[in-house]
């Protein structure tokens, strides 16, 4: 079945780096444009990222830009977030989510979410 | 960036009642919104999408409409499976944007 599913989050110190995996399954990972959101302990959600299918076309959220970076390996179908500078206000649950995108006809949503994985900076 | 509030921020219905939530757009936004229900301890998950389809699987006493900068989102029946949080989001421009959430539960 589709499924996402996110790995990596843990503990970490303000000022630190944590790399962040969403292994996808059960459709063409290549096809689709990916994203992740955040939520942070008793708060909204965050959209932090998202990248094009190929991964030409890249956009951040201003609160994570220049500290964070998303990648993704088609091959392996696997999708990535590297964190740097970590603040305390970066701690959530990090969710990967599967975009559709349909510009011809103005769809646009995340329908497909993984079960999250939480980060938290703390000293 | 588009801003998007929600009302009310929780309310308590009892089973069978028809709950309203509404979502407001700082600015017009046609019709590019979606809703997401998120259960305690779950994932978003996607109900309504283009502000008034309903996305496959969900149930039909879901329902939303509006476009321009206001928009409904309905449950015509209210279910005990229904407890959850709803968020609105926009995807008129970047950054997709979600509203603060209305936490729905049980009377």
């Known amino acids: 079945q589709v499924q996402l599913v996110e790995s990596g989050g843990g503990l970490v110190k303000p000022g630190g780096s944590l790399r962040l995996s969403c292994a996808a399954s059960?459709?063409?990972?290549?096809?689709?444009?990916m994203s992740w959101i955040r939520q942070a302990p008793g708060k909204g959600l965050e959209w932090v990222s998202y990248i094009s299918s190929s991964g030409s076309t890249i956009y951040y959220a201003d609160s994570v830009k220049g500290r964070f970076t998303i990648s993704r390996d088609n091959a392996k179908n696997s999708l990535y977030l590297q964190m740097n500078s970590l603040r305390a206000e970066d701690t959530a649950v990090y969710y990967c989510?599967?975009?559709?995108?349909?510009?011809?006809?103005?769809?646009?949503?995340?329908?497909?979410w993984g079960q999250g994985t939480m980060v938290t900076v703390s000293s | 960036d588009i801003q998007m509030t929600q009302s009310p921020s929780s309310l308590s219905a009892s089973v069978g009642d028809r709950v309203t939530i509404t979502c407001q757009a700082s600015?017009?936004?046609?019709?590019?919104l979606n809703w997401y229900q998120q259960k305690p301890g779950k994932a978003p998950k996607l109900l309504i999408y283009?502000?008034?389809n309903l996305e496959t699987g969900v149930p039909s006493r879901f329902s939303g409409s509006g476009s321009g900068t206001d928009f409904t989102f309905t449950i015509s029946s209210l279910q005990p499976e229904d407890i959850a949080t709803y968020y609105c989001?926009?995807?008129?421009?970047?950054?997709?944007?979600f509203g603060p959430g209305t936490k729905v539960d049980i009377k």
């Open positions: 989510a599967r975009r559709i995108y349909l510009a011809a006809a103005g769809f646009d949503a995340f329908d497909i």
């Open positions: 283009d502000a008034s």
């Open positions: 059960g459709f063409t990972f290549s096809d689709y444009y």
């Open positions: 989001q926009q995807y008129d421009n970047l950054p997709p944007a």
């Open positions: 600015q017009d936004i046609s019709n590019y």
